[in-house]
């Protein structure tokens, strides 16, 4: 039992059950879970999805469905008040205040048709009872305080206004304007790139100390975990299955679940000059035994023939402006970049969110028109290619998004998403097409009996591994995979991962993998390119890239990740501003010329000119 005795508790949560009801019967989600968390502490829940992490912080606030959740046992104390016992206008006043909550995905949080200057504003005229000019100076007081640059001009804007990072921001001022004793933050920089993470995590880290308040970081990364919590609580299947300082847990884990966390996560710099990418290890939940790998190739098997050539590709947005639609300016989303990718090889494609990497996958598909270049697949020029060719040389390169569940038919059955290609393309009978169906679902292992449930009925590694059989269903050459593991827990990435380098091997697949997590684009990758204002600045082999890194660009990007070890938390550093620069150019605009500078082994690095 946790001892709850000590004064200096902020929240003390002691025996929580939460219970949701399904199929006419109440099911625990959260089971008996026991916490504290103290005045200037960070508190990590980390765990995978379904875990009870978000339900536990859900239900400290008492936000809850008001129909088919409830809280069956268990009590939670915030300052030496029980928050079950007081009245829905009373947790009104607590939420907000007290205990203040950043949401993982901002733009789902903050009002699209509000100025953001407006919406902070709101939070302390309601809460803290200011006029309206009082509480607009008070918002820009906060807009400053988490660093957003030209804070008075800037409370003027809408959200869809700001970038990923200074969304995150306007949640952080929000839910600070109050000066809670206690912010929950769940999964607050999940989606975010490398370098906008580690503003953020220094940022909350900042105004804590200031504030002196107590945060609960809920979150799947082990290494934010290892960046900023003191202590840390690790739920499986609805329990806490194990909690204590957060170096001990990362030094001396005790339970099997917490051991196969661990295993999965990807430590930069662990690869070394190794040339080939590195399957995750593989540790059973309820052993904690490492499972055994297939042994993997000592070379790289690629292909004598490139099967993409991309050369001087060139993809550009016009902007137009004013009653008559004027062009006023063009979004230079992808400038001047070339490279080759063969069969059997990783080519990953990295860099902060618009920097041009997803635009870059998308024209070479010709989902989006490039505006010049040549892009050829196995040999054909796809710019040249008529509607009817284009279609048919599509089933050579197939694409894997972030989202899976966005991305298949929420009324298909999964057998008929994954066959619906070959049957498009009219490369068999329908009883062709469930064989094939039934041996892709065991290959990327699942049963041949799920073709008949629905996409709702997975989970997100699940729905993840269907995308792949779908894509795999033309049998293609090339597939592009597009953010596709950055929504995943730690365990089901690098079960994901594993499964994509084991069918490269088997099937020789040329994979261009799209990612900000420079972890594992250093576990999966042959070669890597940097990404940066649509140009690529530097590429090369991984080794060469994640040993050497020649250009600052690349090096700011492998500086910010988080290192899964508390032993090795970084000393504090100050809290930039910097977003990535706007894309955007205007008419007259003219690139400075570039040239590239070879530091060998086929490693190039972008020198400007002027």
Request: a neutral charge; hydrophobic letters at 40%; charged letters at 25%.
């Amino acid at each position: 039992m946790t001892d709850f005795s000590k004064p200096e508790d902020v929240l003390r949560v002691d025996n929580l059950r939460t219970e949701f009801r399904s199929g006419g019967e109440w099911r625990a989600a959260v089971r008996d879970v026991s916490l504290t968390l103290r005045a200037n502490e960070t508190l990590a829940i980390v765990g995978e999805s379904g875990s009870g992490k978000s339900v536990t912080a859900l239900s400290t606030l008492r936000l809850l469905p008001s129909v088919g959740a409830r809280i069956a046992a268990g009590s939670i104390m915030f300052n030496g008040r029980d928050l079950l016992s007081l009245s829905e206008t009373e947790m009104a006043n607590i939420r907000g205040n007290e205990i203040a909550m950043i949401f993982q995905e901002p733009m789902t949080s903050l009002n699209p048709t509000m100025k953001v200057g407006d919406q902070v504003a709101e939070v302390v005229r309601i809460h803290r009872g200011l006029s309206r000019s009082d509480a607009r100076r008070e918002a820009l007081r906060m807009f400053e305080k988490v660093r957003i640059p030209s804070a008075a001009a800037r409370l003027e804007d809408y959200p869809h206004q700001f970038s990923g990072g200074m969304r995150q921001r306007v949640m952080i001022a929000i839910a600070l304007a109050c000066k809670p004793k206690l912010l929950i933050a769940d999964e607050p920089t999940t989606a975010l790139d490398v370098t906008i993470q580690a503003q953020i995590l220094e940022l909350i880290k900042e105004l804590q100390d200031e504030e002196g308040m107590a945060v609960m970081f809920i979150t799947h990364d082990m290494g934010v975990v290892a960046e900023v919590a003191d202590r840390t609580v690790v739920m499986y299947n609805g329990e806490a299955v194990e909690q204590g300082e957060t170096a001990r847990i990362f030094a001396s884990p005790q339970h099997p679940y917490t051991r196969s966390l661990l295993a999965a996560v990807p430590k930069l710099g662990e690869l070394g000059a190794r040339v080939l990418p590195m399957r995750f290890p593989v540790v059973d939940k309820t052993t904690g035994k490492v499972l055994p790998l297939p042994e993997t190739p000592d070379t790289v098997a690629r292909g004598a023939e490139p099967v993409l050539q991309v050369r001087n590709l060139v993809t550009r947005f016009d902007i137009h402006k004013g009653f008559f639609g004027g062009l006023s300016g063009r979004v230079h989303a992808v400038e001047d970049i070339s490279f080759d990718l063969y069969g059997g090889e990783t080519l990953s494609l990295v860099g902060e969110s618009g920097c041009g990497k997803s635009t870059t996958g998308r024209a070479l598909m010709r989902l989006t028109e490039p505006t010049s270049g040549s892009v050829m697949v196995d040999g054909q020029d796809m710019a040249t290619l008529g509607a009817a060719k284009l279609h048919d040389m599509r089933r050579y390169m197939q694409m894997i998004f972030q989202d899976p569940a966005s991305s298949l038919n929420p009324r298909m059955t999964i057998g008929a998403a994954i066959a619906e290609p070959f049957l498009v393309h009219k490369l068999g009978s329908r009883k062709d097409a469930d064989d094939k169906v039934a041996r892709l679902l065991e290959r990327v292992g699942l049963r041949p009996d799920f073709a008949n449930r629905y996409p709702h009925e997975f989970s997100g590694g699940q729905r993840q591994r269907i995308s792949i059989a779908r894509a795999l269903m033309l049998d293609p050459k090339l597939i592009i995979a597009d953010e596709s593991v950055s929504a995943l827990d730690v365990s089901v990435k690098a079960q994901v991962i594993n499964l994509l380098l084991d069918l490269q091997e088997s099937l020789n697949l040329a994979y261009l993998f799209i990612s900000h997590d420079m972890a594992v684009v250093e576990r999966v990758s042959h070669r890597v390119a940097v990404m940066h204002l649509g140009e690529i600045v530097e590429i090369g082999p991984r080794a060469a890239i994640f040993g050497n890194p020649q250009h600052p660009y690349t090096r700011k990007l492998i500086e910010a990740v988080p290192v899964a070890d508390p032993s090795f938390r970084r000393v504090r550093r100050g809290v930039s501003n910097d977003e990535i620069k706007s894309p955007v150019r205007s008419l007259d605009y003219f690139a400075p010329p570039r040239f590239y500078e070879d530091v060998g082994g086929g490693h190039l690095v972008q020198r400007m000119t002027g």
